[in-house]
């Protein structure tokens, strides 16, 4: 008797277990040097700021810049930066440097095709939806991303539905691959065409979709951390998209992350693990101050003019270190 006590015990804290919501606390390492800067000539530069949000709580540590650098806002999604500006160079190089202390945590708003603890009726201003519904420069809500998503949708009903028909679609449709040249750039219509790409192309097609559809939907872009490593360097961002519904707000899904890891295909509608930072939302950014070039596609990693042309000669370099590990090391002194 004692024994099948013990066995119903462990199946429920194992039941109980997979149910909870994970969490991560890691410190993050967001560092670039602009390089060859022209001397005499005006430089400015924009940096990113990851924020607080409901599944992250952000602390800027530190920042450390060759200029100095003030808090400055994004005017369309209220996105939070830093700017630098001097009016003549007078270095080479100029280096910048923020250290963060993050806790992600995961998002379940689906769970097996239900409401999740995360799902809650929300409202979002009108005015925001709707530019959650309009085209970006390379997400066109007409043509062929359209006639896409009328004939996958074709008989279904509920948003929900909807939704995970298109994500069905682009799942099954493209290939996480970045050979060659053409990805990356977020250009729906050549993901349709190419049936391939990074996180940046499955989800800008997907949003085209959506948003053809009249489903509020959404770009967000930050870094991974790679799960089951305790530090370590970072190569580039990563991106993933929400779209919304009045009884569950915003739901999110990441398709490429799916498609990496095919078992999490249902996880992946609906939820979002801890093993991420997010920094910026939206595409087509106006900046504060704004820009003299054009607006950005994206922003995740910081954006430098000099003498008004936007400059590319930079360095950078991402980094992570788990929080538990820095507590063992410092316990070992």
């Keep these: 008797m004692l024994s099948r006590c013990l066995a119903a015990c462990l199946v429920m804290s194992t039941a109980l277990a997979a149910d909870a919501q994970s969490q991560r606390h890691f410190q993050f390492h967001y560092s670039f040097t602009v390089k060859s800067v022209p001397a005499g000539e005006p430089l400015k530069v924009w940096i990113p700021l990851a924020h607080s949000s409901t599944f992250q709580d952000v602390r ?30 007078k ?46 420069r390379l997400v066109p809500i007409t043509g062929v991303p359209a006639e896409l998503a009328a004939e996958q949708t074709k008989g279904v009903e509920t948003p929900i539905a909807r939704a995970s028909a298109m994500y069905d679609y682009v799942f099954k449709t493209l290939r996480y691959d970045k050979s060659g040249t053409g990805w990356g750039n977020g250009d729906a219509i050549w993901a349709c065409d190419a049936k391939r790409g990074n996180c940046t192309d499955f989800h800008s097609l997907f949003i085209a979709m959506a948003r053809s559809e009249k489903i509020p939907s959404r770009f967000e872009i930050g870094f ?24 569950l707000g915003w739901v999110p899904i990441d398709i490429s992350e799916a498609w990496k890891h ?57 980094s992570f270190t788990e929080e538990t590990t820095k507590q063992a090391a410092a316990g070992t002194h």
């Design 224 to 247: 991974s951390i790679p799960p089951g490593r305790p530090s370590g360097d970072i190569a580039g961002y990563h991106c993933w998209a929400d779209f919304y519904t009045p009884d």
């Design 91 to 136: 270095q080479d190089t100029y280096k910048f440097t923020l250290e963060y202390d993050v806790v992600r945590h995961e998002t379940r708003v689906l769970a097996a095709g239900k409401p999740g603890p995360d799902a809650k009726k929300e409202e979002v201003q009108k005015a925001l939806l709707a530019r959650f519904l309009e085209p970006d």
């Design 262 to 318: 095919q078992e999490k295909h249902d996880y992946f509608f609906g939820s979002r693990d801890a093993d991420r930072v997010q920094f910026t939302v939206g595409r087509d950014l106006r900046l504060n101050p704004p820009q003299a070039g054009p607006p950005l596609n994206y922003l995740i990693y910081p954006y430098v003019e000099v003498a008004d042309k936007p400059y590319t000669t930079l360095d950078k370099a991402f």
């Design 60 to 89: 800027l540590i530190s920042k450390q810049g060759d200029l100095p650098l003030r808090a400055t806002r994004e005017p369309e999604y209220g996105n939070s930066l830093l700017y630098a500006e001097t009016p003549h160079a």
